[in-house]
C-alpha cells in the first residue's frame, strides 16, 4: 500500500518568514509533485521532480521552490511567505512516466496560514 | 498547455437518484483521463479512470464516458448513497508526459 505523508498537517506562519513543507514516500516512485488546493480553483501544480535533484516548474512556481535530494523525500519551500500563500498544499507521487498511465497517490495535505 | 474544465461546481441530489459530473479538455493529444474523489478532511483518491482508446468503462455504481471527437468525457454515479458526497476531480494528461491537468473539482451531497 503506497504511503505518502506530509510533515505537517497545520501549519501558521507570519509574512516573511522561511517555509519548508516535507512530503515523503515510500514506494520507490520516481516523480513527486506538489500541489495547491482553493477553493473554485482546483489542483494547481506548483513543481514536480520526475528523478533525484531534477525538477521542472508547473502552473503556479512564482514565490516557491523545491528540494529533491533523496528519491524519496521531496521539499516545497516557501523562501519568504506571504498571505497570498495561505492554502492547502497537497503532495503526489507516482511511478515513472511511461505509455502506460500511472495513478497519483496523494499525501494527506498541508494546511498553510501565513499571518 | 491544457486546460480542463468541469461542471457543475456543486450538485445535490437525492439518496437514490444518479449524478452527472461533466469536463472538457482543449489538447486532442491527451489520452489518460482519471477521476478523483476527495472526502471532508481527506486525501484525493482515484476512483475510476479511461484511456482514449476505450469509450466507456464501469466499476459497478460508477462510470465513466469519454467523447474523444468532442472532447469531453463525464462521470456518472447511479444509486447515489450518502458516502458518495465528496468533492470529485476530474484530470488530462499525455502519454509520456509528467503532468496532470485537473478540473476545479465539483462537490457532490447527496441527500438521505
Known amino acids: 500500500d503506497v504511503k505518502v505523508t506530509q510533515s505537517s498537517r497545520y501549519l501558521v506562519k507570519r509574512t516573511g518568514e522561511k517555509v519548508f513543507l516535507e512530503c515523503v514516500q515510500d514506494?520507490?516512485?520516481?516523480?513527486m509533485f506538489w500541489y495547491r488546493q482553493d477553493p473554485g480553483l482546483g489542483l494547481r501544480l506548483i513543481y514536480f521532480?520526475?528523478?533525484?535533484?531534477?525538477?521542472e516548474k508547473g502552473d503556479i512556481p512564482e514565490g516557491y521552490s523545491v528540494s529533491r535530494e533523496k528519491k524519496e523525500r521531496f521539499s516545497l519551500i516557501l523562501e519568504s511567505a506571504s498571505t497570498n500563500q495561505t492554502s492547502m498544499y497537497l503532495c503526489?507521487?507516482?511511478?515513472?512516466?511511461?505509455?502506460?498511465?500511472?495513478?497519483?497517490?496523494f499525501g494527506p495535505g498541508t494546511r498553510l496560514t501565513v499571518l | 498547455g491544457e486546460n480542463v474544465e468541469q461542471h457543475p461546481s456543486t450538485l445535490s441530489v437525492q439518496e437514490g437518484d444518479s449524478a452527472v459530473i461533466k469536463c472538457t479538455y482543449s489538447?486532442?493529444?491527451?489520452?489518460?483521463f482519471p477521476w478523483y474523489k476527495q472526502e471532508l478532511g481527506k486525501r484525493p483518491q482515484l476512483i475510476i479512470d479511461?484511456?482514449?482508446?476505450?469509450g466507456e468503462k464501469k466499476d459497478q455504481r460508477i462510470a465513466v464516458t469519454l467523447n474523444k471527437t468532442a472532447k469531453h468525457f463525464s462521470l456518472h454515479i447511479t444509486e447515489t448513497q450518502p458516502e458518495d458526497s465528496a468533492v470529485y476531480f476530474c484530470?488530462?494528461?499525455?502519454?509520456?508526459?509528467?503532468?496532470?491537468?485537473f478540473g476545479t473539482g465539483t462537490s457532490l451531497t447527496v441527500i438521505p
Open positions: 489538447d486532442s493529444a491527451s489520452n489518460y
Open positions: 514506494m520507490d516512485h520516481e516523480n
Open positions: 503526489a507521487s507516482s511511478l515513472r512516466t511511461s505509455g502506460v498511465h500511472n495513478e497519483q497517490f
Open positions: 521532480s520526475y528523478d533525484v535533484k531534477m525538477k
Open positions: 479511461i484511456r482514449s482508446n476505450v
Open positions: 484530470a488530462a494528461r499525455r502519454a509520456w508526459y509528467n503532468q496532470f491537468y
